[in-house]
């Protein structure tokens, strides 16, 4: 059973850089794609980022690309997200997921198999 946690949420300046994580505390080691998500205050969930179980594959929503960064280390059961250059339109909670297919389409719409709880995002000076 999957069972994601994310950590490393938090306040942080415009301009400034935070990195999430995200465990897989089941350490199902299925070969599993994992992505990421956000929701703003009154908003709709919306993608951020995914990676491939092999990591040769990462797709970014536009709004995010060139400043966000997917990384995984398998051994360690462990997905992270890299955000530089924040902008206040960047505050949320935001989650992962993991799915076992990488389908495009899908997980843009949020199909994903399986997901955390989610950590909080605050940009503000």
């Known amino acids: 059973q999957v069972q994601l946690v994310e950590s490393g949420g938090g306040l942080v300046q415009p301009g400034g850089s935070l990195t999430l994580s995200c465990a897989d505390s089941g350490r199902t080691r299925i070969n599993y794609v994992m992505g990421w998500f956000r929701q703003a205050p009154g908003k709709e969930r919306e993608f951020v980022g995914a990676v491939s179980w092999s990591a040769e594959s990462t797709i970014y929503a536009d709004a995010v690309k060139d400043r966000f960064t997917i990384s995984r280390d398998n051994d360690k059961n462990m997905v992270y997200l890299q955000m530089n250059s924040l902008k206040p339109e960047d505050t949320a909670v935001y989650y992962c997921?993991?799915?076992?297919?990488?389908?495009?389409?899908?997980?843009?719409?949020?199909?994903?198999?399986?997901w955390g709880k989610g950590t909080l995002v605050s940009v503000s000076s």
């Open positions: 997921a993991a799915d076992r297919a990488f389908i495009v389409p899908d997980m843009k719409k949020g199909v994903m198999d399986y």
